[in-house]
């Protein structure tokens, strides 16, 4: 029983960690800087009023669009970083319930288990009987399980609004998981969560009357093509439509980047509608670690079909393991581990290139991300005859060649994998290959 117990103050210990001030102070910082920004915008426009008296016509008028363009950018700062402080604010009401509600449970159950102690010590010393101390025992542990209970459903929702508003966050301020000190989210958790926001996706879509067919045909190309319901997807579930290519990419704070990576993914793709080719054949990965820091590295590809048959695509993961962690599980690639892939994917009979993603989904304009992804709607392609080509830039040349190694050991081990890796240039360090299982 003791580890019910333990559970409890490891649950309200964990809650402790977030910090409700710090939230408030960044909510604050946001509304000061939204200040500034609007200051700036003042400035802008009283330099473009006295510009236009003087310039006309030519670079002048060019001038002034700029400046015009450069106005409306600060509206658009200025509702994101208000949006953001509101979001810092549910996140800190949020987290300060949970925290008195963690600190209370913590109490109950420090009292649930002296009580505990104190029926079998008075057992011990000859008072009551074996019965009733056996029924006392019993009574408490059922109210500690209760407690346990109802501090799982608190950490839970507060961690439901976290990942809601971390989602919004992500596109705007930067990461807020550290925040707070939740629990790992699990894929029941994860679904749940995405499954909350299909009302509020199916009545945005509701409002777009010319939208119903594609819905009910489920032409998704032409559903992604609405910028409300593309960015209410995009801000929820990651997925994002890139027009110049005809394919689907995924941003960095898709769904997947909190899940990392397992194995035991690789045995869900019938139950997603997947049938994939991929680099873990025979339990044989290709991995690699740092000898500085021990850190493991993970690079998976995929290439296949998608969607029940319905589409087609490929995708290239990096993740990360801490020294000394043998649990299976790894991170998707955080900051300085990030990797810029340019993959393309093409028909290896033909030759025939279907489209590349030379970064897209990654934040920022450095195109680095864990994550390459690119899915095209369109079941007459055969996924069977698909070729993957990509190049990687990594950090360093170290970490290259650290690569280059392991891809190189792989392919030498499953020659049917038709998997050919050569160095790149140093400056900036790459790799490329081509894959064609």
């Not at 070729?387 to 170290?398: K, L, M, P």
Request: net charge negative; hydrophobic share 35%; aromatic share 10%.
């Amino acid at each position: 029983m003791t580890a019910v117990f333990d559970r409890i103050y490891e649950l309200a210990d964990q809650l402790d960690k977030g910090s409700p001030t710090d939230l408030d102070d960044r909510a604050r910082a946001c509304r000061e800087t939204k200040e500034a920004v609007k200051d700036a915008k003042s400035l802008l426009e009283s330099v473009r009023v006295e510009l236009s008296e003087g310039w006309h016509g030519g670079a002048g008028e060019r001038a002034l669009s700029s400046l015009e363009d450069f106005k409306k950018n600060r509206d658009e700062q200025a509702e994101d970083l208000e949006e953001s402080a509101r979001s810092f604010e549910v996140v800190r009401d949020a987290l300060s319930h949970a925290q008195q509600e963690g600190r209370s449970k913590r109490e109950e159950a420090k009292a649930l288990q002296t009580k505990l102690d104190g029926v079998w010590n008075d057992h011990g010393h000859g008072m009551g009987n074996i019965v009733l101390a056996w029924a006392e025992d019993k009574l408490v542990k059922a109210k500690a399980l209760i407690l346990l209970a109802d501090l799982q459903r608190v950490v839970t929702t507060y961690d439901a609004v976290l990942l809601a508003e971390g989602l919004k966050l992500r596109t705007k301020t930067g990461a807020v998981w550290e925040l707070a000190g939740s629990e790992k989210r699990n894929l029941a958790e994860i679904g749940a969560i995405i499954l909350k926001e299909i009302p509020g996706l199916a009545a945005l879509i509701a409002k777009h009357p010319e939208l119903d067919w594609a819905l009910l045909h489920g032409d998704w190309d032409k559903i992604m093509q609405n910028p409300e319901v593309a960015q209410k997807i995009y801000d929820y579930f990651g997925f994002k439509y890139v027009e110049d290519g005809g394919y689907y990419t995924t941003g960095e704070h898709s769904v997947q980047s909190y899940l990392g990576w397992h194995d035991l993914y690789d045995k869900l793709e019938p139950v997603i509608g997947a049938k994939l080719d991929h680099t873990s054949d025979g339990g044989d990965n290709m991995e690699f670690t740092d000898p500085q820091t021990g850190k493991q590295y993970r690079l998976e590809l995929w290439k296949g079909s998608y969607g029940f048959g319905q589409a087609y695509g490929g995708e290239v993961g990096f993740y990360t393991s801490e020294a000394g962690d043998d649990s299976g599980y790894f991170s998707a690639a955080q900051g300085d581990d990030q990797i810029k892939v340019t993959q393309t994917i093409y028909d290896k009979g033909t030759g025939e290139v279907y489209f590349t993603n030379d970064g897209q989904g990654a934040d920022g304009t450095d195109k680095k991300h864990f994550w390459n992804l690119a899915i095209r709607n369109d079941p007459s392609v055969d996924s069977g005859n698909l070729g993957q080509r990509a190049t990687i830039e990594v950090r360093d040349v170290g970490m290259r060649d650290r690569m280059y190694d392991e891809m190189t050991r792989y392919a030498a081990a499953h020659p049917g994998q038709n998997l050919t890796v050569t160095k790149g240039s140093d400056d900036p360090p790459t790799l490329s290959y081509d894959w064609k299982k």
